[in-house]
């Protein structure tokens, strides 16, 4: 009885203490604070390869020094950083059994400075007949490895303007050529030359350690994108301040971005973790998700435990105050474990209630979910009516921020036992994903 009882009083002055702190810790000025300089207008946007996102960068890597986190891998800094390659066609002349090809008809993917191709050389000729299914098969020949002439039957011209607006950046570049001419469906002799300029870029996801005491090659990762979609057209609208044309993204994903460096200052200060935490927010979500891809190549998946992506957390959600959803619930275990811990709390946690916008393959947890972690997006915006989603009015005047300060704790609460060791979700069986 009387080691009952003492447990119960050590075990409730614990839970004290912790609950003094992480009031303490994660605070609505402290997240105001951070939220306001991310979403800043002089941020411009945090498109990729722009002046904005390196200012956001060294941001996050000031808030992580400061914390005192660890860099990844004895990196020698917080940076993770990798190049893309872009290429850009400058000319393009093909010619079939001796008809020049309007250049309106006509789209080239490639990373090779030079194009130089006829009958003689190894190409293939495949076709997109009238009828086929347009968008699987397009795929098909984008993806492919090999030098192809893609002949697409008139009927699909439609469709050229979004294959011409596919952006031509990679992190893999291959070495060969696939071209799409719309409108011809016979290529007996055929020459295609043409030329691109090729120019290498670097990004870089800012990744901060918190090593475990016990269980330090288990990890655990919080993430969030800083990357948003730049500075649009005056023609676009205005933001809610009414005066410029900046996407400042300050739910998306700002709003993240905020809770991954409130989090790591509310683990540093316990100081108890027995699983390492990776905190790491990832560059070119909305271009494509290169980030998260380079980041996966970096680590053993199976040595991720959990990751815990945010997503836009600004906004009430569908059920109001204190309550957010998690993508993809019923591909692991660890739905089931974040609600468990919520229990007694004045938090909930739902499954995605917007499941047919595919959520949970439309950020950067999809990436990691592919090879097996239990990787889920934690969010409240309400994807079905969320008025300033992808909109230059995406600003921190529209965020609830006390409600988000509330969520970011929801979430140090939720991932308790998986920090500590004690629960460990199930895999996503990478077999069932699309
Ligand atoms: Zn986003």
């Known amino acids: 009885m009387k080691k009952i009882i003492l447990s119960a009083v050590v075990l409730c002055s614990t839970c004290m203490l912790q609950a003094q702190n992480i009031n303490k810790i994660i605070n ?32 996050i890597e000031s808030e992580f020094k400061k914390i005192g986190l660890q860099t990844f891998n004895g990196a020698k800094d917080f940076k993770q950083e990798f190049s893309m390659t ?29 194009l130089d191709m006829t009958e003689k050389s190894d190409v293939q000729v495949v076709k997109i007949n009238a009828g086929d299914k347009f968008g699987p ?60 300029t090729i120019t290498k870029k670097a990004l870089n996801n800012v990744v901060g350690v918190l090593k475990g005491k016990s269980k330090p090659n288990e990890y655990v990762v919080f993430s969030g994108h800083y990357d948003h979609l730049g500075v649009g057209s005056p023609a676009e609208g205005v933001g809610h301040d009414g005066t410029d044309s900046i996407y400042n993204g300050a739910n998306d994903d700002a709003a993240g971005t905020t ?3 409130m989090l790591a200052k509310y683990f540093k200060k316990l100081n108890n973790n027995e699983r390492t935490i990776l905190f790491t927010t990832f560059v070119a979500e909305e271009i494509g ?36 959803y998690i993508t993809g619930f019923e591909k692991s275990s660890m739905g089931e474990i974040l609600q468990k811990n919520l229990q007694g709390s004045a938090f909930k946690f739902y499954p995605d209630p917007y499941p ?12 990691l979910a592919k090879l097996g972690v239990p990787a889920h997006t934690i969010s409240t915006s309400k994807m079905d009516s969320e008025p300033n989603y992808h909109k230059v009015s995406d600003e921190i005047e529209t965020l609830d921020m006390v409600n988000m300060t509330q969520i970011i704790k929801a979430i140090a609460i939720s991932s308790a036992t998986i920090i500590n060791g004690k629960d460990t979700p199930s895999r996503v069986d990478s077999s069932t994903l699309k």
């Open 259 to 261: 809770a991954v460096i």
């Open 137 to 196: 098969k397009f795929y098909e020949y984008y993806q492919s490895e090999k030098n192809l002439l893609v002949l697409v039957d008139a009927s699909f011209k439609a469709r050229i303007q979004n294959v011409k607006h596919i952006p031509q950046m990679t992190a893999n570049p291959g070495g060969n050529t696939v071209v799409f001419v719309f409108g011809t469906t016979e290529a007996t002799q055929f020459s295609i030359e043409g030329t691109n």
């Open 28 to 59: 609505t000025k402290d997240v105001t604070k951070i939220e306001k300089v991310l979403s800043a207008d002089d941020m411009q946007g945090r498109r990729a390869f722009t002046p904005g996102i390196d200012k956001a960068s060294s941001y």
């Open 86 to 114: 872009e290429s850009k066609n400058v000319s393009l002349k093909v010619l079939i059994d001796g008809k020049a090809i309007d250049k309106v008809d006509v789209v080239s993917f490639s990373y090779q400075p030079q």
């Open 289 to 324: 998700g290169y980030g998260a891809q380079y980041f996966s190549k970096q680590l053993n998946p199976a040595q991720v435990m959990a990751m815990f992506n945010l997503e836009m957390i600004g906004t009430e959600s569908k059920w109001g105050k204190n309550s957010a």
């Open 356 to 367: 047919e916008q595919q959520l949970f393959y439309r950020s950067d947890n999809a990436t």
